[in-house]
């Protein structure tokens, strides 16, 4: 089985295909035959299983909910790691501004990114941290 045949599901529509990172993931944004829109990942010896990656979403889920599409599957098969999640929209924010410009759209889209880092750093920070340690 190839990693374009697993990122292919049953009746859904290809959008685009990503190449993700420096591990030769694919990404394929799918439409599927419901209308929803999700991002199958497709992996051939992952340095992060799925299964990891699934665990790593939901501790950040829990910080940033309305900011983490849900994974709606793992899978492992024929040595090619799966993951399938939401696609809340066909492009990234990096993606959409290096296309349009740094519109007052995606600047909010950024600012709203921002705070809820910030939001997220400050009410998990811990007593005992030292500036001075800093290199």
């Known amino acids: 089985m190839s990693g374009h045949d697993a990122g292919r599901q049953v009746g859904s529509f290809l959008l685009r295909t990503i190449r993700s990172g ?3 993931a694919q990404v394929f944004l799918l439409r599927q035959p419901g209308g929803a829109t999700v ?4 992996t051939r010896n992952p340095r992060v299983s799925s299964f990891v990656q699934l665990q790593r979403h939901a501790l950040m889920a829990k910080h940033f909910a309305s ?6 599957a793992t899978a492992t098969e024929a040595e090619l790691d799966i993951i399938v999640t939401a696609a809340p ?3 990234s924010l990096d993606e959409a501004i ?6 007052p759209e995606l600047h909010a889209i950024w600012r709203d990114v ?3 880092l910030v939001t997220v750093w ?3 920070a811990r007593p005992g941290f ?5 290199c």
Not at 67 to 72: I, K, R, S
């Open 39 to 42: 991002a199958t990942k497709v």
């Open 22 to 24: 420096t591990s030769g």
């Open 122 to 124: 400050r009410s998990t």
């Open 114 to 116: 921002v705070a809820a």
């Open 130 to 134: 030292d500036r001075s340690t800093i």
């Open 89 to 91: 929209a066909l492009c």
């Open 98 to 103: 290096d296309c349009h410009g740094p519109t």
């Open 67 to 72: 900011h983490t599409p849900a994974v709606l």
